[in-house]
């Protein structure tokens, strides 16, 4: 399923059962420049102006793993604070996997999730909720081998059968898939909507649709697009998506009382 790519910045809408939600693979806050620049990614994570953001490649590779971007700046310079996933001290991801939400949002619950893979794969979970509508948002970034991005993908799922509460569920992140079907995408589409907001990689010239954002059904997507700026090209390798979500409150409801 795909929705037709927008390429402006759009407003969040801020009405019961309507949610804004995007990814964005930050690269270690490395841009397209080689600089290591924080401040512009808080920027353009400011500009896509969503309520929840998952972020990946949070963290840097190697030695302490530290993050690229300290949860004080994040609550500092933006309307988000983000949720700190890491198990060593200096990291704020999970497998370099973060999440964002707006100022005024409650976190209900968090936890990681581990992924099969030849190379530390994860994903993180958390809860939320805003008003009186409740949204379950995963963050993750699949791996490079179809053999692994599928079982990851399976992994997911099976992970969040298992859980004793049923929410609207979003996930979201960077697939590495090259196809716009099948692989790990045939997993997700047996039960989810899998949404294509558009070409996101290479910033400098987007052709790939690795970046994916996936729902249950009981989500109506009314728009969404890839965020284009000027700003944004020159921030990571990849491009933020973006969508805007409506939560089917009967169909929620229903799922919840199964």
């Known amino acids: 399923m795909g929705i037709g790519v927008i390429d402006v910045h759009r407003p969040t809408d801020n009405g019961t059962g309507m949610i804004c939600v995007a990814s964005y693979n930050i690269r270690k806050s490395v841009g397209t420049d ?3 620049d924080p401040a512009r990614i808080l920027d353009i994570i400011s500009e896509v102006d969503a309520d929840v953001i998952a972020l990946q490649e949070v963290d840097r590779r190697f030695g302490s793993r530290s993050t690229s971007l300290s949860p004080e700046m994040i609550a500092e310079r ?4 983000a949720i700190s996933f890491g198990v060593r001290e200096q990291s704020l991801g999970w497998h370099g996997n973060t999440i964002l939400y ?11 999730l581990t992924l099969p893979a030849l190379e530390p794969r994860g994903a993180v979970l958390a809860d939320l909720q805003r008003g009186d509508d409740k949204i379950r948002v995963i963050g993750l ?5 179809d053999l692994w991005r599928r079982r990851q993908a399976q992994s997911v799922l099976n992970q969040l059968d298992v859980l004793d509460e049923a929410l609207p569920t979003v996930i979201m992140g960077d697939l590495n898939q090259w196809t716009t079907e099948g692989g790990c995408l045939a997993h997700f589409a047996e039960n989810h909507q899998v949404i294509a907001p558009g070409p996101s990689f290479h910033s400098s010239r987007p052709v790939l649709n690795f970046d994916r954002i996936i729902t249950t059904l009981d989500i ?5 697009g890839v965020h284009k700026s000027d700003l944004a090209r020159r921030g990571s390798d990849h491009l933020p998506v973006w969508a805007r979500l409506k939560i089917n409150a009967v169909a929620a409801g229903m799922a919840q009382s199964a």
């Open 34 to 36: 080689w600089r290591r």
């Open 78 to 81: 933006t309307d988000y604070f």
């Open 102 to 112: 707006r100022k005024g949002m409650t976190v209900l619950d968090t936890m990681t």
């Open 141 to 145: 970034h699949l791996g490079l081998v």
């Open 220 to 224: 109506e997507v009314t728009a969404s």
